[in-house]
């Protein structure tokens, strides 16, 4: 009989909106055939569109089956056209563009009111159903009638368009295509649009390059683009820039490190940068006083380097899961830096000010980052060349209070390092009078594993949560959890009483750090890692 946990005791949480059971909305799917991807590209793409902005209109049906009745027993009499132009124009602006364009034919009013109430236009809502299928997996009839659709609204409506939201389109490096693809953007330049999705659905992975024309839009105060080559930013006139610019989404966009710089620049409120997937590496070098929130967000990137050279306003920096070897992360000048992650000790080479972080670095001002207070950190305990950098790591940020380690499977251990280790690696500040909470995932009942928390334990003296995560369906002796277990909550805990508590990773989910792009830009979530 399988092996029923209770919902509290495991993690993620169900609260925490990210889905990892398959059952992902159409509207968060690509679409592709897998069959056509790398295993990278399906990833990249998976994020990309699983975090498409939310349209403020839906497609779906909302009249409830009371309100139709109601209607009919009033024998159908158009009250809606008795109320003020105000009220009409409210009502048509929270329309999908297909139905408020019906409207027009209703009287010249009608027309006119919607020519000039703003328009949020939705590509998807184009589809059968209103896009409630999903995407199309490939180009044909369908698509062709959605780009259709989409260009008569662009050259039709006097806007101004708030929302644009363009993601089922399948747009190659033809003539053809590169002519539809300036003449939309010509458009959008005059529409006054606030918030810009624009995701192509190519054939190669990278598709064409994107034309000048964007850098027209100045009204653009999100921007969120995937499956481009960017502008060749050397190509672009001198004061060429986004002015309202706050927050910038890159999915699977080939990129020059120049184009970045210029990015940076050229965008002076900007507050939120995010990369997902890369085509080319990147020395993404972040330079900017504005830049605040994650954004520095890293995901699936490939990259040689991720430099916070000066950072005046930068809070939160995110690098996950991304496929490059041995690239380096540099923190400059970022007093502002409060959280961090996800680190990985013996893969990447930190460098703080102009010292790279070695096997017993010494703590002192010039290798210290003292603003950070939530650290994650992803390693294997079972690699010796991982564990030994751990304690240098932690001696960088001696005011952390919240630590997410994320231990990962080790196909050949290299390492058993047992307490002693930990024992002569000398004082680690932040967890002798800082930390407060440990978040262990996922544990595997290893050696090296054990001897950690129990340093933990027995010199944390500020503890006062230890979280951990136990991945069940990888545990190949029981028993020896549970002796472990039992070790560590009789231990001389140096914050007074055991501060442990066990969940466990979701039955065939693998565990792992999972990752939510809108979380780590969200203000008002202060647990971005899912430690608490």
């Known amino acids: 009989m399988a092996i029923r946990i209770p919902a509290h005791c495991c993690w993620p949480p169900p609260s925490s909106d990210l889905r990892t059971d398959g059952t992902t909305p159409a509207a968060m799917r690509h679409g592709l055939d897998p069959s056509t991807l ?24 909302i009249l409830s089956c009371a309100a139709a009745a109601a209607a009919e027993e009033d024998g159908g009499i ?25 409207t027009a034919v209703l009287s010249t009013r009608w027309r006119g009111l919607w020519l000039s109430s703003p328009l949020c236009l939705v590509d998807t809502h184009f589809l059968p159903r209103g896009g409630a299928e999903g995407r199309p997996p490939r180009p044909g009839a369908v698509t062709r009638a959605v780009r259709r659709a989409v260009s008569a609204a662009l050259r039709s409506h006097t806007g101004p368009f708030p929302f644009v939201s363009l993601s089922c389109q399948f747009i190659e490096a033809v003539d053809a295509d590169r002519a539809v693809l300036a003449r939309w953007f010509r458009f959008l330049a005059t529409k006054g649009v606030d918030e810009l999705a624009f995701v192509n659905r190519p054939s190669p992975y990278e598709g064409l390059r994107l034309p000048a024309a964007l ?40 990129l020059e490190d120049r184009d970045l710089d210029f990015l940076l620049a050229a965008s002076p409120v900007l507050e939120v940068l995010t990369i997902v997937g890369s085509v080319k ?18 995901c699936l990137a490939l990259v040689e380097e991720v430099a ?5 306003s930068l809070e939160r920096c995110f690098i996950w899961r991304c496929p490059s070897q041995r690239y380096r992360v540099k923190i400059g000048h970022a007093p502002q830096l409060s959280t961090l992650g996800y680190l990985e000790p013996g893969v990447q080479v930190l460098e703080i000010g102009n010292t790279v972080i070695e096997p017993g670095t010494k703590p002192s001002p010039k290798t210290t980052v ?81 001897a950690f928390l129990m340093f933990i334990a027995e010199n944390a003296e500020a503890l006062e949560k ?20 039992m070790a560590l909550d009789s231990a001389r805990w140096a914050s007074g009483s055991n501060k442990a508590g066990y969940k466990f990773a979701r039955l065939g ?20 890692f899912l430690c608490l």
């Open 38 to 61: 790398s295993l990278y590209q399906n990833a990249v793409l998976g994020f990309i569109y699983a975090y498409l902005p939310k349209p403020p209109v839906s497609a779906a049906p």
């Open 78 to 102: 158009d009250r809606i056209s008795g109320l003020p132009d105000d009220l009409l124009s409210r009502i048509l602006v929270r329309l999908p563009a297909k139905d408020g364009a019906r």
């Open 215 to 254: 850098f027209s839009c100045a009204s653009l105060r999100r921007l969120y683009l995937g499956a481009w080559r960017f502008v060749d930013t050397a190509t672009l006139p001198r004061g060429a820039s986004f002015p309202r610019l706050q927050e910038l989404v890159l999915g699977a966009i080939a």
């Open 281 to 298: 590496k990147l020395r993404a070098r972040l330079t900017s006083h504005s830049l605040r929130c994650a954004c520095a967000q890293f």
């Open 308 to 312: 916070l050279v000066d950072c005046q």
């Open 370 to 450: 003292p603003s950070v207070q939530m650290l994650a950190l992803n390693l294997h305990f079972g690699v010796h060349d991982e564990v030994k950098m751990l304690p240098s790591f932690l001696k960088c940020f001696p005011n952390v209070e919240t630590l997410c380690i994320q231990s990962e499977r080790t196909k050949e251990a290299t390492s058993n390092l047992n307490l002693k280790f930990w024992q002569e690696a000398g004082p680690i500040k932040c967890v002798q009078s800082r930390l407060k909470t440990l978040a262990f995932r996922d544990f595997h009942g290893d050696e090296s594993e054990f």
């Open 466 to 485: 230890m979280n951990i995560v136990i991945e069940l369906p990888k545990l190949s002796k029981p028993e020896e959890l549970a002796s472990k277990m």
């Open 509 to 528: 989910e693998g565990g792992g750090s999972i990752w939510n792009l809108k979380l780590a830009f969200d203000f008002n979530c202060s647990d971005p």
